[in-house]
C-alpha cells in the first residue's frame, strides 16, 4: 500500500500508498551455518529450482548464528538472486521466481528466522496516506496572504494557522533549528530544486531506496516525472525555509533530506525499499525520519501469516537499528478512521497490488507498519478547530501525540478560509493536502527543534520529551464526521494521563525551543 498525503490511512479520492516488541541483539557473521556448502547436491538443487512462477522480491531473515555467506548460498540454491545484503542486522532481499522460494528457505531453520514476499502480484494501484487530493494555491490566494502577512512572516505565512496550532511561529523568535540535525523525508521524493526548499536540502542524506539498495546519484531522490507530490509538500511541512518566499517549516533552520522509497507509476511502498530507507538514515546520521505512508500491499501485517510475519521482522530489524544509531522515525497513524487499540478491525483494502480480499484482523496481533514498530513516535490529526481530524485513525495506548494535518470542515480565520495545510509542491508551487500524513511532520519538525536544543538527546529521550511538553488535550464531546455534521464524540477513551484520539496531547514548537 502506498499510503501518502495526509496520514497514513486509505484516501477517498486518492488510494492510500505506507513489529516484532523486542530487538534483536543480531550479530549475523559470528558463527558459520552448519548447512554444508559448494556440493554437486547444492549444484543440482540450484538447477531442479522452479522458474517458473511470478518475479516477485522476498526478505529473508537470519538467525544470529547464521553467516551472510551460508544464508546467499541458500538462497542461490532455491532459485533466488540476491539484491542486497544488511550484514548490520541479517536482512537479505532477494529475487525469486520459484513458487516454492519462500517455503524452501524457511525449512531451513540452521539459517533463517523468517522468509516472505514482499508483494503479491503486480501492481496496479496508487495508495497513499493523504486524504483527498491536492488543492492548488491559486493566484488570487496567494495575492491575498501576501497582503495579510504581518512583518516578519513569509509571504503566505498568513494561511499558516498550523504553525501557529503548535506555536511554531513564536518559536522561530528564539531559534529556527540547527544545521546540525537533519530529518529524512521517507517518501515519494522531494524536489530540492524547489525554492523553499533548496537553502535547507541535504543532497549528501539523499538517495532513491526503491527496489532495496540505496542510488545516491545526483537527482535520484526526486519525484518520478509521473510521480506523487506527497513527499514534497511533507518536507516543505518540516523545514521549508525563512527566505522571505513562500511557506515557513516548523523547523526551518534544520536541514531535510529525501529518501524516496515509493515505486514508479504506483507509489506503492514495498518492504525492501523500507528497510533501505531506514539502513541509509542510519548510516548517513540522519536525526529524525518522517514517515507517512504505511507498507504495502498489506495495511495490516499479521504475525500468524508466513509472509507478514517476516515483513514485520526485516521491517523491525531495520528501524531498531536506525534507532541504535540515533534516529527518531515518526509515523502517521493513518486515514481511515480506525481504533486502533479495538479488538478487531475489518481490513478491507488488502492486498492493495492485486484484488483486495476483506479480513477481519486483531491490530495488537496485525500491525500497522511502520507506524506500530517499537519505538516509533504515532501521530494523529487535529484541525484548526482542535478536534480530531474526522479521517485520523486513533487508538488509546497506540497515539503518541497529535499535530494539525488539516481537516476541510475545521475552518480556520486565514485570509485563504482553507482548513488544509498548505506546503510547497514539485515545481516551485503551493498547495493543500490534509491527512495524518500532514501531522506527521509537524511532529517531525519539533523533535527537530528538539535535538536543536539537545544535540545529546538519544530518540527515547527525544520522544520522552515529545510527550511532556505536549499540550494536555480532554477528549471532544463532539467531533465532525465525514459529511461536515458535528457527531457525539463517543469513540474519545482516557486513561494513563491520554486519550486515543490524542495521545498525550498537542506537540508545542514553543516549549522544545526553550
Known amino acids: 500500500m502506498a499510503h501518502l ?25 559470528v558463527a558459520a551455518s552448519a548447512a554444508p556448502l559448494g556440493n554437486t547436491a547444492d549444484t543440482a538443487a540450484a538447477s531442479k529450482a522452479e522458474t517458473t512462477g511470478p518475479k516477485l522480491s522476498y526478505v529473508a531473515n537470519l538467525n544470529s548464528y547464521a553467516t551472510v555467506k551460508a544464508a546467499k548460498k541458500a538462497i542461490e540454491r532455491a532459485g533466488g538472486t540476491v539484491v542486497t545484503s544488511y550484514e548490520q542486522i541479517g536482512v537479505i532481499v532477494a529475487h525469486s521466481q520459484n513458487p516454492d522460494f519462500a517455503k524452501t528457505l524457511r525449512a531451513n531453520r540452521g539459517l533463517f528466522v523468517s522468509v516472505g514476499a514482499t508483494r503479491t502480484a503486480p501492481l496496479q494501484t496508487v495508495q497513499t496516506t493523504e486524504e483527498g487530493s491536492t488543492q492548488q494555491l491559486s493566484a488570487a490566494d496567494a495575492a491575498k496572504a501576501a497582503a495579510a502577512a504581518q512583518e516578519g512572516q513569509e509571504p503566505l505565512e498568513s494561511n499558516q494557522w498550523d504553525l501557529r496550532a503548535i506555536k511554531a511561529d513564536q518559536a522561530h523568535k528564539i531559534n529556527d533549528g540547527s544545521r546540525n540535525v537533519t530529518v529524512g523525508v521517507i517518501d515519494t521524493g522531494v524536489d530540492d530544486t524547489h525554492p523553499d526548499l533548496a537553502p535547507n536540502f541535504s543532497k549528501e542524506q539523499s538517495a532513491n531506496c526503491v527496489g532495496g539498495v540505496a542510488d545516491t546519484t545526483d537527482g535520484a531522490w526526486r519525484p518520478y516525472p509521473d510521480g506523487s507530490d506527497h513527499g514534497t509538500h511533507v518536507a516543505g511541512t518540516i523545514a521549508a525555509a525563512r527566505n522571505n518566499v513562500g511557506v515557513s517549516g516548523v523547523a526551518p533552520g ?31 546520521g540522519i536525526e529524525v525520519t518522517n514517515n507517512s505512508y504505511y507498507v504495502d500491499p498489506w495495511y495490516f501485517n499479521c504475525k500468524t501469516d508466513d509472509d507478514q510475519k517476516a515483513l514485520v521482522e526485516a521491517l523491525t530489524r531495520a528501524s531498531k537499528y536506525a534507532e541504535r544509531k540515533g534516529v527518531l522515525n515518526v509515523a502517521a497513524a493513518g486515514n481511515e478512521n480506525w481504533d486502533l487499540s479495538a479488538d478487531s478491525i475489518v481490513d478491507d483494502t488488502s492486498p492493495d497490488d492485486a484484488t483486495p480480499v476483506p479480513r477481519t484482523i486483531d491490530p495488537k496481533v496485525c500491525l500497522d507498519l511502520p507506524t506500530q514498530l517499537p519505538g516509533v513516535v504515532t501521530v494523529s490529526a487535529t484541525g484548526d478547530k482542535g478536534f480530531r481530524s474526522y479521517y485520523s485513525s486513533y487508538g488509546l495506548g497506540v497515539v503518541d501525540v497529535a499535530a494539525p494535518g488539516g481537516d476541510k470542515w475545521q475552518v480556520p480565520a486565514t485570509p485563504d478560509a482553507n482548513g488544509r495545510v498548505l ?3 514539485p515545481g516551485g508551487g503551493y498547495g493543500y493536502k490534509q491527512g ?7 511532529v517531525a519538525g519539533v523533535a527537530a527543534l528538539l535535538k536543536s536544543a539537545h544535540p545529546s538527546a538519544t530518540p527515547s529521550q527525544l520522544q520522552a520529551m515529545l510527550k511532556a511538553q505536549a499540550t494536555k488535550t480532554d477528549c471532544p464531546t ?37
Open 254 to 284: 534544520v536541514k531535510v533530506a529525501g529518501i524516496k522509497v515509493s515505486e514508479p507509476g504506483t507509489s506503492l511502498f514495498f518492504t525492501e525499499a523500507v528497510v533501505c530507507g531506514f539502513m541509509f538514515a542510519a548510516e548517513k
Open 423 to 425: 506546503s510547497t509542491l
Open 5 to 29: 498525503g495526509s496520514g497514513r490511512r486509505r484516501a477517498l479520492a486518492v488510494p492510500v500508498g505506507l513489529a516484532l516488541t523486542a530487538s534483536l541483539a543480531f550479530l549475523p557473521s
Open 436 to 442: 495524518t500524513s500532514m501531522a506527521t511532520p509537524h
Open 478 to 514: 463532539q467531533i465532525y464526521d465525514a459529511t461536515g455534521a458535528l457527531i457525539n464524540a463517543t469513540t474519545c477513551q482516557s486513561k494513563w494521563g491520554q486519550t486515543g484520539y490524542y495521545g498525550y496531547g498537542v506537540v508545542d514548537a514553543l516549549k522544545a525551543v526553550k
